[in-house]
């Protein structure tokens, strides 16, 4: 979720620019979008030459980064806890589940965050994947 400092709306995902009052969320923009550093001494685009619209609005706040970072681990702690509770009974059925809450879950989380975090928090979602699903997998036999 990006904060828009100029209109304050919340935009959902990470838009270039703010939804709601179309302000550069993405460092300092230029009229064909594209992002230029912060410097407030920039005038023109350095990939197409065009005139820098006067400031970047976006702004970073904590709390997404928190709200996501909970709704991570609640996602992985109820997939986990689903596996733990119809493991035993049907592991299929489990795992199904597991993989439609973890989805979701992680679907939502990912909105939050920004596109560095996204694959960070891809390749964790995938080794808890591999590790619930071989731990699985290890008790069957
Ligand atoms: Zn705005
Ligand atoms: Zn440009």
């Known amino acids: 979720m990006r904060y828009c400092g100029h209109c304050c709306h919340?935009?959902?995902?990470?838009?270039?620019?703010?939804?709601?009052?179309?302000?550069?969320?993405?460092?300092?923009?230029?009229?064909?979008?594209?992002?230029?550093p912060r410097d407030p001494r920039l005038v023109f685009c350095g990939e197409c030459g065009e005139l820098l619209e006067p400031t970047a609005h976006a702004k970073f706040r904590l709390l997404p980064c928190l709200v996501a970072g909970l709704l991570g681990l609640g996602t992985i702690a109820i997939a986990g806890f689903i596996e733990l509770v119809l493991g035993e009974e049907n592991f299929g059925m489990a795992a199904l589940i597991m993989l439609a809450v973890l989805v979701v879950g992680m679907r939502l989380v990912f909105q939050m965050l920004p596109p560095g975090v996204r694959s960070a928090m891809a390749d964790i979602a995938a080794f808890f994947f591999r590790f619930l699903?071989?731990?699985?997998n290890k008790g069957r036999r």
């Open 10 to 36: 919340w935009n959902i995902g990470w838009p270039i620019r703010c939804r709601f009052c179309a302000r550069g969320l993405e460092g300092r923009l230029c009229a064909r979008h594209h992002p230029n």
């Open 133 to 136: 699903f071989v731990a699985g």
